[in-house]
Each structure stands twice: as structure tokens, then as C-alpha cells.
Nanobody
Framework: QVQLVESGGGLVQPGGSLKLSCAAS????????MGWYRQAPGKQRELVAT???????DYTDSVKGRFTISRDNAKNTVYLQMNSLKPEDTAVYYC??????????WGQGTLVTVST
């Protein structure tokens, strides 16, 4: 059973940076396509960034040039480096792992608040 545990959220001022981490249990991490999603209060969950098992990345337009997704297969961990944060980036950030149709797993989320 794969478990995902996010960390790194917190309160940051506009223009600041945070780095989120998502650690996965088990031995199949290198095979998974990983993603970061977020859900702001009163809004639907949205895709932020993805990284395939081959290392290809994609981003939603609103974070391009500010956020970077990366993975370390030796540590079973995916990261989201967030720079130039804006108040509209405030949300609960969730990690997701997918593998074909056999796996679609979510973490518990970590709260990011961008405010003065």
C-alpha cells in the first residue's frame, strides 16, 4: 500500500519561497507519474505541476516560470519549489501518484498561506 506524506507548507510573505516535499512509501516510486495539485478555499482542486517517470514536466500557466517540480527516485520523493509566491497561490497542496490504472493515490495535503 503506497502512502504519500507531504511536508514543507507554511506561512510566507508575497514574493517569498517555499519548497514542498512528498515522500512515498514502498518500492515502486520510480515507475510513478507524480503530480502536485492545489485546492483554494471555495474552489475546485486544480493541477499545478506534473513530472513523469521519465522526468518530463508540465505546469499550469499561472505557475510557469515560478514553480519547479523535481523528483529524487533514490529518496522516493517529489518536490515543488515555489518562488515569487502570490496571495493567489494560497491553498492546500496535494501530492498525487499515478501508475497506469493500478494506482491513483493522494497525500493528506499541506497548507500554503501567502500573506503579509
Amino acid at each position: 500500500q503506497v502512502q504519500l506524506v507531504e511536508s514543507g507548507g507554511g506561512l510566507v510573505q508575497p514574493g517569498g519561497s517555499l519548497k514542498l516535499s512528498c515522500a512515498a512509501s514502498g518500492s515502486g516510486f520510480a515507475l510513478y507519474d507524480m503530480g502536485w495539485y492545489r485546492q483554494a478555499p471555495g474552489k475546485q482542486r486544480e493541477l499545478v505541476a506534473t513530472i513523469t517517470r521519465g522526468g518530463n514536466t508540465d505546469y499550469t500557466d499561472s505557475v510557469k516560470g515560478r514553480f519547479t517540480i523535481s523528483r529524487d527516485n533514490a529518496k522516493n520523493t517529489v518536490y515543488l519549489q515555489m518562488n515569487s509566491l502570490k496571495p493567489e497561490d494560497t491553498a492546500v497542496y496535494y501530492c498525487n501518484a499515478k501508475f497506469l490504472r493500478a494506482l491513483d493515490k493522494w497525500g493528506q495535503g499541506t497548507l500554503v498561506t501567502v500573506s503579509t
